[in-house]
Structures are given as structure tokens and as C-alpha cells.
């Protein structure tokens, strides 16, 4: 009991320490902006030949930890809604919280950026809005709870800390359950956000 109570004093001490030292060197941000979203699939997958991209949203957090020569750790959180629009005019929904671990190289006294990264999404919801009638459907049980995918990106910030930044998600995964389809579908996003660093 002594060892366990002395490690976990030494634990709390170094993460301080490490906090501490970092901080100077770790700067924090918020964003939000407009998702242009859509889906790629494999014959016979009939939505992809009949939809379109659908216009959602997205917003979160971020921390942008310096490493060196230009290189930084960029973790964010945030709320992403991924889908499709049907021929029909039906809107699929799906309802994301994203984790992306991006790595940013930085381009010398311009505010400008280049990152890419790998990111995990956890579906929290998924919705059919039937149209012309507005009826929303629960289709979450069709669709799986973990999604993988790869993020690339540019961004531009000024010194006051306001930017903008562009960026594309490719899925990894078959985000259809096996149960429910044999065909394979993977979201696909393009991002543009505002934000603020500080």
C-alpha cells in the first residue's frame, strides 16, 4: 500500500511537472463550420448511384502541442454529422463524436499549415428523414458503432488566433452491419471550419 501510494504521488508529480513545462508550448482552440457529406460504396450498392451529398455541420475542440522543427500534435474532439441525401430527397443522418490525432507541419511566418492524421468516430445516432412527409426514422441498429478513417487537411490562422482550415475524411470502414447489408458503404466528408486559438 506505501509503494502504491508513493507511485501515485510520483505520477501526480511528474504529470504536473510535464503539464507545467508544456504549457507554453500547448495552445487550445475551438471550431465549428459546414460538412459537405457523402458515401462511397461497392457494386451493387444501389444509394451510392442514386444520392448525393448531403449539407450538415460540425464543432469541437482542439489542442495544438508544439513538438519541433515546425512539427505539432494536434488532438481534437468533436460533433460530426456524416450521411447522404437520396434521389428520393430522403436525408440519411449519422450522428458522429470524432477523435482525430492529427500531425501538423506549419509553414514559417505565413499561418499556414498542412496536417493528416488518423481519426475514430463513435456513432451515437443514426437518422432516415423521409421526405416529402418530414418523418425521421431510427436506423442506428443497421449501422456500426465504430468508425475508422484517415484525415487530411490545410489550414491558415493570423496572430489574433481566427482561422479557417479545410479538410477531407475518408472512411475506412464498412459502415453497414453484415446482418443488415452485404454491400459496403464509407463515409466521406469535406470539412470547412472557423476557429479561434488561444
Known sequence: MPNL?????????????IKSNAQKNVHWGVFGGVNFASISGSAPFTFQKDSKSNTTYH????????LKNNFYLQPELYHSVAGFKSKTGD?????YFNLPIL????IS??????????????????????????TSVDIKENYRKNDFSGLFGVEYYTKFGLG???QYQLGFTNIYKTAYSSDAARNRVFTISIGYRF
Open 109 to 134: 511566418h505565413t499561418g499556414l499549415g498542412v496536417f493528416a492524421g488518423p481519426q475514430y468516430g463513435l456513432l451515437t445516432s443514426a437518422i432516415d428523414r423521409i421526405e416529402p412527409m418530414g
Open 59 to 66: 464543432f469541437g475542440i482542439s489542442s495544438e502541442i508544439y
Open 91 to 95: 436525408q440519411f443522418r449519422f450522428y
Open 5 to 17: 501510494k508513493l507511485s501515485s504521488i510520483l505520477l501526480l508529480f511528474t504529470f504536473a511537472s
Open 164 to 166: 479557417i482550415s479545410a
Open 103 to 106: 500531425l501538423k507541419y506549419k
